[in-house]
């Protein structure tokens, strides 16, 4: 009898053994791809761990599959972590038509990283708990994760999925397949003098080509950027953001999923996800780049050592947002702007007349309307001038540039639209960008201004116009959080596109851009409230297409998007094919060992 019971716990540790490292035998390896490389439309199960995630409007992010009821995917794609209406759809295909290979699972919790930033994109990783397990098939199946001393050096391939945007603001088109794109890694030495000395952390991971043309866009963010190795699939990096897409020196920027280990194994306590340690061959190139502003990298040859070092003498000043060196009063004047009063304000421009309002928002994207461009969305039909006065006269201090590239928001109701410049102006005490609202408080009675340019006003100049107003209680006229009331005052076509700004702690924040309901020629809403969408309802589309958000001058350099970091080189690493997994798998075996000798002695 002993012998039968000693027999059965063996079976039991057996089976407990099998249950700790099954994502380690299963993961990143899916049955139905083969080949090397591919188009652009995935074949059916090539990429068995996608997820599609829904909310109540339909596709919105992506995810992947790392056990069989956990899914990894970007925190800003949950500005909330109500589960209400959310979907996660596996094996999918296609977002139209059928999909017999797919399941739907409904989620119990989203876990969003507890030091994600909304506004540097640091931290951009969630974890979201399906209502329960799914079953492994050909079409649904986890990825690995890459351990923590994985090693990612510039030009290693890798590969992107999802159902996002083809383009910037080209969405894909029916029966809307699940798309592919192989792109090869950048380093963060050089993202980060693409980005911003500054803005690229260690935890995020970049990946692009030079002239551009492949990426990640809109609808992508949350799903995985994976790269083989020995034929296992390895997720390096989730979808976070980048400065439009595809676009030439602006690579795409991934949360770096090998970061996040022992974060994603504290939250999930069982039948945790396969960890394998990339290792890059050859030499890093990414190492020898070199900007202005970037940490020097400096080898002592006779410790073999590599240390960073900041260069003699720091020239660069931090671009920072919301300063207006010229404009001294904060209330009252006259209702016609001088020069360099709104040193943000753009004038858009079609065959060389004023259409819209923007604001310079980057320090190479302005932001406007979107319905500014319903009848004529292409990007060489435009130009942007900045520091600008008149629209009739002499303006000594504007530069004329042009469009690369209009990205358009695709919400319900009212959107906006970003449009990348050619060139980066020359900043001045003319032209300097504005801070955008990314969850700030604009109390009641605080002052606020618009600004604008129309043909009915302004004079035979058509001299900039600003106008004075205040927040107010919005009452009945709204109950939605995402909308902002002021204080009624008179606007033109022309103005649409311009901004609602507002000063806090010393800075100039936009809280809305102005629209024009219906394209009427002129709108006053004599009764207070006017009410108008804030900013911060497009903070994910804002973040996605223009990267890291410029941040006010605090008197602190850490907080700037083009500040220096200290930049530390991977430490050497030993060629392993378990990673992260094989001290895991000893102490679970040695728990198991334990448990087996407990069991003898309740047994003798």
Same mark, same amino acid.
């Given at each position: 009898?002993? +012998?039968?019971?000693?027999? *059965?716990?063996?079976? @039991?540790?057996?089976?407990?053994?099998?249950?700790?490292?099954?994502?380690?035998?299963?993961?990143?390896?899916? !049955?139905? #791809?083969? *080949?090397?490389?591919?188009?652009?439309?995935?074949?059916?199960?090539?990429?068995?761990?996608?997820?599609?995630?829904?909310? !109540? +409007?339909?596709? +919105?992010?992506?995810?992947?599959?790392?056990? &069989?009821?956990?899914?990894?995917? !970007?925190?800003?794609?949950?500005?909330?972590?109500?589960?209400?209406?959310?979907?996660?759809?596996?094996? *999918?295909?296609?977002?139209?038509?059928?999909?017999?290979?797919?399941?739907?699972?409904?989620?119990?919790?989203?876990? #969003?990283?507890?030091?994600? &930033?909304?506004?540097?994109?640091?931290?951009?990783?969630?974890?979201?708990?399906?209502?329960?397990?799914?079953? +492994?098939?050909?079409?649904?199946?986890?990825?690995?994760?890459? !351990?923590?001393?994985?090693?990612f050096f510039a030009g290693v391939n890798s590969w992107v999925t999802g159902w996002g945007d083809i383009g910037s603001g080209v969405p894909l088109p029916s029966p809307q397949n699940l798309m592919e794109v192989d792109v090869p890694i950048v380093g963060n030495r050089q993202c980060n003098c693409d980005y911003g000395v500054g803005s690229i952390t260690d935890n995020m991971l970049c990946a692009g080509l030079r002239e551009g043309g492949k990426d990640s866009c809109q609808g992508d963010s949350g799903g995985p950027l994976v790269i083989k190795?020995? #034929?296992?699939?390895?997720?390096?990096?989730?979808?976070?953001?980048?400065?439009g897409c595809a676009l030439p020196k602006f690579p795409g920027v991934y949360t770096r999923v090998s970061q996040y280990n022992s974060w994603i194994n504290s939250q999930i306590s069982s039948n945790q996800p396969g960890f394998i340690t990339f290792t890059s061959n050859g030499t890093n190139s990414d190492l020898s780049f070199t900007c202005p502003g970037l940490p020097a990298i400096i080898t002592n040859t006779t410790t073999n050592t590599t240390t960073t070092s900041l260069p003699p003498t720091t020239t660069l000043r931090p671009v920072v947002c919301g300063e207006a060196p010229l404009k001294s009063r904060i209330v009252g004047g006259s209702s016609v702007a001088t020069a360099g009063m709104w040193p943000w304000m753009a004038s858009l421009q079609k065959n060389g007349r004023h259409v819209c309002g923007g604001t310079l928002v980057a320090v190479d994207s302005v932001l406007s309307n979107a319905d500014c461009f319903s009848s004529s969305p292409v990007p060489s039909e435009w130009t942007v001038v900045l520091g600008r006065l008149k629209q009739n006269g002499s303006n000594p201090f504007e530069v004329t540039l042009?469009?690369?590239?209009?990205?358009?928001?695709?919400?319900?109701?009212?959107? @906006?639209?970003?449009?990348?410049?050619?060139?980066?102006?020359?900043?001045?005490?003319?032209?300097?960008?504005?801070c955008l609202d990314n969850g700030q408080t604009f109390a009641e009675d605080v002052t606020c201004w618009a600004a604008g340019w129309s043909s009915r006003r302004g004079g035979e100049e058509q001299v900039l116009q600003e106008f004075q107003t205040s927040v107010v209680d919005c009452g009945n006229a709204s109950t939605s959080a995402s909308d902002i009331c002021v204080g009624a005052f008179t606007l033109e076509q022309g103005d649409s596109g311009g901004p609602l700004m507002c000063k806090q702690?010393?800075?100039w924040f936009q809280a809305v851009v102005l629209t024009v309901e219906n394209n009427s020629t002129s709108q006053t809403r004599a009764d207070p409230p006017m009410v108008f969408t804030r900013l911060s309802r497009f903070e994910s589309f804002l973040t996605q297409t223009l990267g890291t958000f410029l941040s006010p001058n605090s008197g602190s350099d850490n907080t700037n998007v083009n500040n220096t970091i200290n930049i530390t080189t991977p430490a050497s690493t030993n060629s392993t094919t378990s990673g992260g997994t094989t001290n895991q798998s000893i102490f679970i075996l040695f728990f198991h060992v334990l448990f087996l000798l407990s069991c003898l002695q309740l047994f003798s």
């Amino acid at each position: 009898m002993a +012998f039968h019971k000693v027999t *059965r716990v063996f079976a @039991v540790l057996i089976l407990l053994i099998q249950e700790s490292v099954s994502q380690l035998s299963v993961c990143g390896q899916p !049955a139905l #791809n083969t *080949r090397i490389v591919g188009g652009q439309e995935a074949p059916e199960g090539s990429w068995p761990w996608q997820a599609d995630l829904h909310n !109540a +409007f339909g596709h +919105f992010c992506g995810g992947s599959l790392i056990n &069989n009821q956990w899914v990894l995917s !970007a925190a800003h794609c949950f500005s909330s972590t109500s589960t209400s209406n959310l979907v996660v759809y596996l094996g *999918r295909q296609s977002q139209e038509g059928s999909n017999p290979n797919e399941v739907s699972q409904t989620v119990t919790q989203i876990i #969003n990283h507890p030091s994600y &930033n909304s506004i540097t994109n640091d931290n951009d990783i969630t974890l979201l708990q399906l209502s329960s397990p799914v079953t +492994f098939t050909n079409y649904i199946s986890p990825v690995c994760l890459a !351990a923590t001393d994985s090693t990612f050096f510039a030009g290693v391939n890798s590969w992107v999925t999802g159902w996002g945007d083809i383009g910037s603001g080209v969405p894909l088109p029916s029966p809307q397949n699940l798309m592919e794109v192989d792109v090869p890694i950048v380093g963060n030495r050089q993202c980060n003098c693409d980005y911003g000395v500054g803005s690229i952390t260690d935890n995020m991971l970049c990946a692009g080509l030079r002239e551009g043309g492949k990426d990640s866009c809109q609808g992508d963010s949350g799903g995985p950027l994976v790269i083989k190795q020995n #034929n296992r699939w390895i997720q390096a990096g989730i979808v976070s953001f980048g400065k439009g897409c595809a676009l030439p020196k602006f690579p795409g920027v991934y949360t770096r999923v090998s970061q996040y280990n022992s974060w994603i194994n504290s939250q999930i306590s069982s039948n945790q996800p396969g960890f394998i340690t990339f290792t890059s061959n050859g030499t890093n190139s990414d190492l020898s780049f070199t900007c202005p502003g970037l940490p020097a990298i400096i080898t002592n040859t006779t410790t073999n050592t590599t240390t960073t070092s900041l260069p003699p003498t720091t020239t660069l000043r931090p671009v920072v947002c919301g300063e207006a060196p010229l404009k001294s009063r904060i209330v009252g004047g006259s209702s016609v702007a001088t020069a360099g009063m709104w040193p943000w304000m753009a004038s858009l421009q079609k065959n060389g007349r004023h259409v819209c309002g923007g604001t310079l928002v980057a320090v190479d994207s302005v932001l406007s309307n979107a319905d500014c461009f319903s009848s004529s969305p292409v990007p060489s039909e435009w130009t942007v001038v900045l520091g600008r006065l008149k629209q009739n006269g002499s303006n000594p201090f504007e530069v004329t540039l042009n469009v690369t590239n209009i990205t358009l928001s695709n919400l319900t109701g009212s959107n @906006v639209a970003v449009l990348h410049l050619s060139t980066k102006p020359t900043l001045s005490n003319y032209i300097q960008p504005i801070c955008l609202d990314n969850g700030q408080t604009f109390a009641e009675d605080v002052t606020c201004w618009a600004a604008g340019w129309s043909s009915r006003r302004g004079g035979e100049e058509q001299v900039l116009q600003e106008f004075q107003t205040s927040v107010v209680d919005c009452g009945n006229a709204s109950t939605s959080a995402s909308d902002i009331c002021v204080g009624a005052f008179t606007l033109e076509q022309g103005d649409s596109g311009g901004p609602l700004m507002c000063k806090q702690d010393g800075s100039w924040f936009q809280a809305v851009v102005l629209t024009v309901e219906n394209n009427s020629t002129s709108q006053t809403r004599a009764d207070p409230p006017m009410v108008f969408t804030r900013l911060s309802r497009f903070e994910s589309f804002l973040t996605q297409t223009l990267g890291t958000f410029l941040s006010p001058n605090s008197g602190s350099d850490n907080t700037n998007v083009n500040n220096t970091i200290n930049i530390t080189t991977p430490a050497s690493t030993n060629s392993t094919t378990s990673g992260g997994t094989t001290n895991q798998s000893i102490f679970i075996l040695f728990f198991h060992v334990l448990f087996l000798l407990s069991c003898l002695q309740l047994f003798s």
